[in-house]
């Protein structure tokens, strides 16, 4: 998609005319995402492209207050100059394994940020029996809208764009692309951080926080901990440039690369 190529001469590249913004793990923080898309859109306008993409790499939802807000504000995003692409996180996948009646995830799920997503479904968690986890499960799916839920169970788990690879949480190490899980796809960490490998494309990443952009020869990190530090971080790539906007206090970081 979009030109794929495996770049051995020189710095990785984007397909020619085509320009992609990649975006960390928002968590429910609609006032960070409302901020860098505007940040984004004044970057287009600044200096167009023929085609542009907006990449969302996963973890939309949960721990911070806004969840339903992120999606609403997602599902309905409309740009002339910026074609959206969502891919699935493991916090995606909890929720809708919840919304189809998967026993024995919902504990893990409430503590792991679960609670702060009913919440602004208007679901005290509080009110959830128990002692009854089918009736949970059904209280839960009242409470999310079916058109957020069909938003969320369209995502995609890669995007290929030149010589770059987005996912959400990384690749198995020596594994091709092609046969990668989803499961690690959307969930791994060790051995993909710590690999020196070449996985013969730079993989874009959030899910492991880190306070900066973690640029390596093989991956690119760029969650960096929007729910609680209040960063929120965009990765431009176009041909062999990449460049970086945030929402820190000096926004609009630029740091081009190549």
């Known amino acids: 998609m979009f030109g794929w190529r495996n770049n051995k001469q020189g710095p990785p ?87 189809n009646s998967e026993r024995g995830v919902l504990a893990d799920w409430l503590k792991y940020g679960g609670a702060e997503c009913l919440v602004s479904y208007g679901c005290d968690p509080a009110t959830l029996d128990a002692r009854n986890e089918r009736a949970a499960l059904a209280t839960i799916a009242g409470a999310i809208p079916r058109d957020h839920a069909n938003f969320l169970a369209s995502f995609v788990d890669t995007l290929r764009f030149g010589d770059y690879v987005f996912v959400h949480a990384g690749i ?65 790539l176009e041909g062999e440039s990449r460049w970086i906007l945030d929402t820190a206090e000096t926004v609009g970081t630029e740091a081009a690369t190549h």
């Open 13 to 99: 590249r984007g397909p020619k005319g085509h320009r992609a913004y990649a975006v960390g793990d928002v968590h429910g923080r609609l006032d960070l995402l409302d901020r860098l898309l505007a940040q984004i859109e004044a970057d287009v306008a600044r200096r167009p492209a023929r085609h542009v993409l907006l990449i969302m790499l996963g973890d939309l939802i949960d721990r911070g207050p806004d969840s339903r807000g992120v999606v609403e504000r997602l599902r309905t995003y409309r740009h002339d100059a910026i074609k959206p692409y969502f891919l699935t996180g493991n916090h995606e996948e909890v929720l809708l394994r919840i919304l």
């Open 172 to 236: 198995r190490p020596g594994v091709d692309l092609s046969l990668q899980s989803q499961s690690d796809l959307r969930w791994i960490r060790s051995p993909f951080l710590e690999s020196e490998e070449d996985h013969g494309v730079v993989v874009v990443h959030g899910h492991s926080i880190n306070p900066i952009v973690e640029q390596l020869p093989n991956r690119i990190g760029i969650d960096t901990g929007a729910y609680r530090t209040g960063v929120l971080t965009a990765l431009a």
